[in-house]
């Protein structure tokens, strides 16, 4: 059975950064696409990051575009995402997501087959 876990939400000041882990178990994901959504209260789950090809392609949202950095380690059947400049509308929950496919629109929720339970961001202004 496959399990996404989450890990290294929390409460931030605007400005700082966190470290989110995801550990993968059950099947490996190498080079498959691996990304990272959020969903903030009353809005709909949107893309955060990807990465396929064990981490030679990435992608991310224009909102997070030069504040964020997703990695991966194969070895360890892992993706992070490192967040840096928090701002408060980055508070959401943060899911980790995988796909059996390897060429999808990464981009697009239904594309992934596994997720995590997220995660908990929270920025104060």
């Known amino acids: 059975q496959v399990h996404l876990v989450e890990s290294g939400g929390g409460l931030v000041q605007a400005g700082g950064s966190l470290r989110l882990s995801c550990a993968a178990s059950g099947r490996t994901f190498s080079r498959y696409p691996m990304g990272w959504f959020r969903q903030a209260p009353g809005k709909e789950r949107e893309f955060v990051a990807a990465?396929?090809?064990?981490?030679?392609?990435?992608y991310y949202a224009d909102s997070v575009n030069g504040r964020f950095t997703i990695s991966r380690d194969d070895d360890k059947n892992t993706v992070n995402l490192q967040m840096k400049g928090l701002k408060p509308e980055d508070t959401a929950v943060y899911y980790c997501a995988a796909a059996t496919t390897l060429w999808i629109e990464v981009r697009k929720i239904p594309q992934y087959d596994y997720w995590g339970q997220g995660t908990q961001v929270t920025v104060s202004s």
């Open positions: 990465t396929i090809w064990g981490g030679y392609s990435t």
